[in-house]
């Protein structure tokens, strides 16, 4: 569940997070449906290869965990990634990631549609046209309850988590027993480069990592504390992630390229209970994801064209909706008709929210000192080296980042000065900076965290 509504400066009570509450927390923002579907797009890219993207994910999470802390605990108040990015780069740079963050929310919806209804048709029946229909309807009955208010707290989300948790331990430990040997040969079928591609693909599974920032300044003693929320959602996930990639290669075989392997895991596992265990969980998770989604991107929005202030009505706006049906049905008809494929379709967001954290990677450079710093380096050449795989997609980030410095070039000439959001989000710096030396706020700057 990625967390996107960013959180106003001043807005956290006294410290009363605890490390167990913070660790689930950083782990439900980490984890989501997106392990239903992954690991047999990462097989098909790369073969039993795959793990090897798995193994340098978590390695590349570990580096992004210790960049986003010591980004939460010296901007305690830059009000997440689009702060982050612009401390570093500039306003410019950081309404794009605002933005470019806020689109791959939007296009990552249709995907998680896809996901449940994948599994709803390896259970009942049907090819990619009725699995596209299944998508379409799930994603028109989730903005409608959005738009009537309907809301996923913490817990909800939590409990969510819990679902795949679960489910993921019923598939890896059913099925250990039954690795053989054979599935692993031949180990890299598409050549070594392909592990990149894979890498590309997984790595929606993968952000989540940057949730953590806003939730120091709730922590009592916030590097220690830090520290082991960031070990216990490290080795979580590690575990949760290596143990599907090993049996999904293992135990599938040839027959891991899917994009339901989780059915075929609880089918080994379970029995013939299996695939409809994986459809019910599928069905949950889209639906309490896609909510999640709607409703944080939504904040989101509202924090870029409202950055003064939270609008009067919470629900997502009738415009906002709008533009979820718009896209997401254009890409799930897309799918249906057989335009594009599963991968291709992961590409998009992945390749927004790669460019959000190349963003903050390199701010991370230029701005944090010691082993926060040493650690962005590597991470952003990662980075890159995914965005590198991701082909046509990257026309969509490039896109953004054209409409922002369009934008703000418009707003410099109307007003012969800065936009105001670029105005708004620099101030927001500057009382993240005063605040952090224990300076005295500059002027206005006490409105401005209200």
Do not use: K
């Amino acid at each position: 569940m990625i967390e996107t509504a960013p959180r106003p400066a001043g807005s956290q009570a006294r410290p009363q997070l605890t490390t167990t509450r913070g660790a689930a927390l950083y782990i439900g923002a980490l984890l989501g449906p997106g392990l239903l579907l992954l690991p047999g797009l990462a097989v098909a890219a790369a073969g039993p290869a795959s793990v090897l993207a798995w193994l340098a994910l978590l390695a590349l999470s570990a580096l992004f965990a210790v960049v986003f802390a010591a980004f939460g605990l010296r901007f305690p108040s830059a009000g997440g990634v689009i702060g982050y990015v612009t401390a570093g780069l500039d306003a410019r740079a950081g309404l794009a990631a605002g933005w470019s963050f806020l689109a791959g929310v939007v296009a990552g919806a249709p995907v998680v549609c896809l996901i449940g209804a994948g599994y709803v048709t390896q259970l009942t029946g049907g090819g990619q046209l009725a699995r596209a229909g299944v998508a379409a309807l799930l994603l028109l009955v989730l903005l409608a309850l959005a738009r009537g208010g309907l809301r996923t707290s913490a817990l909800a989300q939590l409990l969510l988590v819990g679902l795949l948790v679960g489910v993921v331990t019923v598939a890896v430990a059913g099925t250990a027993g039954s690795i053989r040997a054979a599935n692993w040969a031949p180990f890299a079928p598409h050549g070594w480069f392909a592990v990149a591609h894979a890498a590309a693909i997984l790595m929606l599974s993968f952000v989540g990592w940057e949730a953590v920032a806003p939730l120091t300044t709730a922590f009592a003693d916030p590097v220690r504390q830090l520290t082991r929320v960031v070990a216990i959602a490290l080795a979580v996930t590690s575990v949760l992630y290596l143990g599907l990639a090993v049996v999904t290669v293992g135990v599938l075989g040839p027959g891991a390229a899917t994009i339901v392997p989780l059915a075929d895991l609880l089918q080994r596992a379970i029995g013939a209970a299996g695939p409809a265990t994986a459809a019910v969980a599928a069905v949950v998770l889209t639906l309490g994801s896609v909510n999640a989604y709607v409703n944080g991107g939504a904040a989101m929005a509202r924090h870029l064209t409202h950055p003064a202030g939270p609008g009067r009505d919470a629900r997502p706006g009738p415009g906002f909706l709008a533009a979820i049906a718009v896209s997401g049905l254009l890409l799930i008809g897309l799918y249906g008709l057989g335009a594009v494929n599963p991968a291709a379709l992961v590409a998009i967001p992945t390749t927004l929210f790669l460019v959000v954290y190349l963003g903050a990677m390199l701010s991370a450079v230029r701005v944090l000192r010691g082993p926060a710093r040493w650690a962005a380096v590597p991470a952003a050449a990662a980075v890159t080296v995914m965005l590198a795989c991701c082909g046509s997609a990257l026309a969509l980030p490039a896109l953004v980042a054209a409409l922002v410095i369009g934008r703000q070039a418009a707003a410099r000439r109307r007003l012969g000065q800065p936009g105001e959001r670029a105005q708004l989000l620099a101030r927001h710096h500057q009382v993240a900076h005063a605040q952090q030396r224990g300076d005295r706020l500059p002027a206005g700057g006490d409105e401005l965290q209200q």
